[in-house]
């Protein structure tokens, strides 16, 4: 995955925060009226106290986000979050690590709070769909040992509007391919103009792919991007009076946990820079089958290492070790008996 794929998933918490650190010089009031807007979840204190682990280092944020898509046809029925990132912002607040956690991450899935499914291994992402954003929480805590402080759940669907307030956007499609979705339209390889209808149904497109849900995630971020970069372009974040509409049709899509302050936050990474961002994915010791299931394979020892230098905020050394060098699999290779794909 591309450093700019990457960069893309954290596009809606830099278009609600570091578009809104502007915001806080500017104009308080804006910035607190965005922050009420915000859907809320009460994610974090469905949260058993007892299974989370310690906060190790105050100053330091981690954030959950969750990409999900709930009018998508495809996913429709299983509810499952699309996308799942860490993200670490430091104590200094000068350096962010953003760590992808591939939806397909075989782990242990606590019980759910009606404690009617859960406990079992499973793909991470099941986690969403057995028990939402709590579970969700849960699940991550439990397999990295860091404590989230915060969760965005991220709805894809609801940024049609958002792209047709912008005037459309410009994305390169890198492979001919007709949606499996009404009104079945054909995506020609090259750079064209979307609509917001057609670029929602571009990234929700998998099965055409060889790399499947990989090439999904990797054109809704390339979708975020361009949409950040059309609304920088036609000078939205510089107009107050764009700024106030954009922020508040992406809020639509976004929700917060109840103690996510916008203001706040924008206040903590505004000296944040692209450069200052680092990004990286969950070690994995490649891919196989559980079932009829294909699964990644969590690096027990890459991941114990990573996750306990997100919790004692060493990321910086621990990026000079020799396993800071994790990278996504390979599509594993399909069984004799191919089974309908899962999740």
Do not use: C
Request: proline residues 5%; glycine residues 6%; neutral net charge.
């Amino acid at each position: 995955m591309s450093r700019r794929s990457r960069l893309v998933i954290i596009g809606v918490l830099s278009a609600l925060v570091l578009a809104s650190a502007g915001t806080v010089t500017t104009g308080l009031m804006l910035g607190r009226s965005v922050n009420a807007s915000l859907n809320r979840t009460t994610a974090l204190s469905q949260v058993p106290s007892s299974a989370r682990p310690i906060e190790t280092v105050t100053s330091a944020m981690n954030v959950l986000l969750l990409g999900s898509d709930t009018r998508n046809p495809d996913i429709a029925a299983s509810g499952r979050s699309d996308t799942m990132m860490l993200l670490h912002l430091d104590a200094s607040h000068r350096h962010a690590y953003v760590i992808s956690i591939p939806r397909d991450t075989w782990v242990h899935v606590p019980a759910s709070t009606d404690h009617r499914k859960g406990n079992t291994m499973a793909k991470i992402n099941a986690a969403y769909a057995w028990g939402g954003a709590p579970l969700a929480v849960q699940t991550v805590e439990a397999f990295t040992g860091v404590r989230v402080d915060h969760v965005l759940v991220i709805d894809f669907a609801g940024f049609q509007q958002v792209v047709d307030a912008l005037g459309g956007v410009d994305l390169t499609v890198d492979q001919t391919v007709t949606s499996i979705f009404p009104p079945y339209r054909t995506f020609t390889r090259g750079q064209r103009y979307f609509t917001g209808a057609e670029a929602l149904d571009y990234v929700r497109q998998r099965y055409q792919f060889a790399d499947g849900d990989f090439a999904r995630e990797r054109h809704q971020q390339e979708f975020l991007s361009a949409l950040l970069e059309k609304a920088t372009a036609a000078g939205t974040l510089s107009d107050i009076g764009k700024l106030n509409g954009f922020l508040h049709a992406t809020t639509k899509s976004v929700t917060a946990d109840e103690s996510f302050d916008l203001v706040d936050v924008a206040w903590q990474v505004r000296n944040l820079r692209s450069h200052d961002i680092t990004f990286l994915t969950s070690p994995s010791a490649g891919t196989g089958w559980e079932g009829d299931q294909s699964v990644v394979r969590p690096d027990t020892a890459g991941t114990r290492a990573l996750y306990q230098a997100v919790a004692a905020d060493t990321m910086a050394q621990w990026l000079v070790t020799p396993s800071a060098s994790p990278s996504r699999p390979a599509s594993p290779s399909r069984p004799a008996s191919p089974s309908p794909p899962t999740g």
